[in-house]
């Protein structure tokens, strides 16, 4: 298996005033191998989204990137993605990877009926396809999600919520491309639809060998579908290896915290949050920017900013301290 | 204060229903709340957990006096809370607090948060002057952990959520309520402060005596909360109750189909414990909300011919409410 995308040392900053920029991603270097599941957990601010944006090359000011690149893994050719021109980058979405954006539901076009959004997405992907067999991939997807065929011709306000994002994912695999975006691809809907698309995703991915990259804040959808995990905080990586590695054995303070604080039924004892308030990315703190609300932080903390290093095989962790805490 | 009884009931909801009737199908009528009845007592907390749709909100706003139900009656204090007039809907105003879901939404950008805490206290009439409301304000922040010296004078958007939300809490209790009506009060909150709100709300009861309905689509939430309260819980499924019972009970042996199905569904953080069954997606939805029968029926993989035709009562074993007709075969009584 090979690797499909690599992010080296990508920034990327909203401007906001002249020489004023929130710095939502900063420095991050990963990459993902072909057919795996990637998670990217965080809370709200941590710039989670942003990350997408860069990957998928959907950036419009105010965000602008201030360094690092995107590269894709396409038939044996390294593709630096920030390097492409939009016609270039028109080859590569829905074939190469597919986005289901935040709050997705609302991305379909609200006066084309839901055949009509599917066959448009398919003719301009596949183009030698033949209509009998467009239609017969078309009926098994909605199918496998639980949707009867009458919704092809429906226009999407006569959906319900859940409804509509199960067509957006639906959209989003069809195509059968290498990669696979989702940002909160699951928020706002009930349990049960959550899970269906999830085990969807999932199944399409594993059969196709894609790769999925699932951004969600939630720490349930994260163990129970990703092989790997990635937290972030504050615009950085700060912890990243192996899910059941990750909650097994998780390194970094944040990481520790943000498992452990967790609420699950059968587990009466009382727990406790995290201190302090997320930092102000504009002037992010010097050194780690966990540090304020660190149980651990020393001076080096104050004064160093940790590296992501690799302190059991595939989990990395930036921090200082991590060899004392108790995994 | 409003004549308090012998009897330590706060809030009761005898049957409550509210019906909506929309042009937009055919002029139909749907039930968001269907017969609903509990019962909250002081210093206790109610949990109501459903999903969106399921009519927790609509139920929240008829607890607090906002939505007048189609049928059935809310007593406060044994009294009809829609009778109140005067000088004693004001008090039963005071005394039922909402706190809300956005903490965004509960202020106004353009004004200072400590601006909305002294409109509580002086609207009230729970302080006499200004100083005496200051003076109010900062001893109730800092029994939410919050520094007064930090929140004067600051507008909204100066805060984190996790911090807005507090301060959503203390503009509540400003009015020294008995009981605050709290609707996805941490479902916008980062999810590692998450557990602190829910313990303030532990402390907050014992401080100020005080009762709290936790309204939630969060079940690990409920049951963080509930097992430190002793709560009952009200599973809500399209506007019905369908199960009710201590939350340790319901949440760890669900007796009702959908409250298994919502549990099983439920993402454990345990990468040791995945999904083991495969989900039951459901499809189209507003029929349910007309036919005769169970509501559950169509997605119930127990459903029998009973559950299309009858609407099964709420049948009572161990404790509990179960609105399903496998019960009756357990035993229960309706």
């Known amino acids: 298996m090979g690797r499909i995308i690599e992010l080296q040392n990508v920034s990327a900053y909203y401007k906001i005033g002249r020489e004023l920029y929130v710095r939502a991603v900063d420095g991050v270097s990963l990459s993902v191998e072909e057919g795996k599941i990637l998670g990217i957990a965080g809370e709200s601010g941590c710039g989670k989204t942003t990350l997408i944006k860069v990957c998928t090359a959907s950036i419009k000011p105010p965000l602008t990137v201030a360094g690092g690149n995107v590269f894709y893994y396409m038939e044996g050719k390294r593709i630096a993605l920030l390097a492409l021109n939009e016609k270039e980058l028109r080859r590569l979405r829905w074939k190469f990877f597919t986005l289901v954006p935040q709050a997705a539901m609302n991305s379909l076009n609200p006066v084309k009926k839901v055949g009509a959004i599917f066959s448009e997405t398919l003719r301009a992907c596949i183009r030698s396809m033949d209509k009998a067999r467009i239609k017969e991939i078309v009926h098994e997807c909605l199918h496998s999600l639980g949707l009867p065929s009458e919704v092809l011709g429906m226009y999407p306000c006569q959906l319900s919520g859940g409804m509509k994002q199960r067509i957006v994912v639906a959209l989003a695999t069809i195509t059968i491309p290498k990669v696979i975006f989702c940002d909160e691809p699951t928020t706002g809907l009930d349990l049960v639809t959550q899970k269906g698309i999830l085990q969807f995703l999932q199944e399409k991915a594993k059969a196709a060998n894609s790769t999925l990259i699932l951004v969600s804040h939630d720490i349930g959808i994260q163990a129970q579908v990703t092989d790997i995990l990635a937290i972030a905080y504050a615009g950085k990586i700060v912890e990243i290896g192996p899910t059941e590695e990750i909650f097994a054995r998780p390194l970094h303070p944040y990481t520790i915290k943000l498992i452990s604080s967790l609420p699950i039924i059968g587990d009466r004892s009382s727990k406790a949050g995290l201190v302090g308030t997320p930092p102000s990315l504009i002037r992010p703190p010097q050194g780690c920017r966990f540090h304020p609300r660190c149980v651990l932080a020393e001076d080096i903390c104050e004064r160093k900013e940790p590296p992501l290093i690799e302190r059991r095989p595939n989990h990395y962790v930036a921090c200082f301290k991590s060899g004392e805490v108790r995994g | ?334």
């Open chain 2, 1 to 334: 204060m409003i004549g308090l009884g012998k009897e330590k009931t706060l809030l009761d909801l005898r049957g409550v229903t509210r019906v909506f009737r929309t042009g937009l199908y055919l002029g139909a009528a749907f039930r968001a709340v269907d017969d609903v009845s509990f019962c909250i007592r002081e210093k206790t907390c109610e949990i109501v957990a459903g999903e969106s749709g399921s009519g927790k909100s609509t139920l929240a706003k008829m607890a607090l006096g906002i939505l007048r139900p189609s049928a059935g009656e809310v007593l406060y204090k044994g009294r009809n809370i829609f009778r109140l007039r005067g000088r004693e809907k004001k008090e039963f105003k005071r005394e039922v607090q909402p706190v809300f879901q956005d903490p965004y939404e509960t202020f106004s950008p353009f004004r200072k948060v400590t601006d909305y805490l002294e409109a509580t206290v002086l609207n009230f009439g729970i302080a006499k002057s200004k100083k005496e409301a200051i003076r109010l304000i900062d001893d109730r922040l800092r029994r939410m952990g919050m520094d007064p010296q930090e929140v004067h004078g600051k507008f909204p958007h100066e805060f984190s959520g996790g911090q807005l939300q507090r301060l959503s809490i203390a503009r509540a209790l400003m009015a020294n309520p008995r009981l605050l009506v709290a609707d996805e009060p941490v479902s916008m909150v980062d999810a590692s402060v998450r557990v602190d709100i829910l313990a303030l709300f532990v402390e907050l009861m014992a401080d100020f005596n005080m009762s709290v309905i936790y309204i939630t689509h969060d079940l690990s939430t409920a049951y963080y909360l509930g097992v430190q309260t002793n709560a009952e819980i009200v599973i809500m499924y399209r506007g019905e109750c369908v199960e009710k019972g201590s939350v340790e009970e319901v949440l760890i042996n669900p007796l009702h189909p959908y409250s298994k199905m919502l549990l099983d569904a439920l993402p454990e953080p345990n990468p040791q414990r995945k999904w083991t069954s495969r989900a039951r997606l459901p499809s189209l939805t507003l029929k349910e909300f007309r036919k005769t029968g169970c509501k559950f029926a169509e997605r119930c993989q127990y459903a029998a011919r009973t559950c299309f035709e009858k609407r099964p009562p709420s049948f009572y074993v161990d404790n509990r409410a179960v609105r399903c007709w496998i019960m009756e075969e357990k035993g229960g009584t309706p």
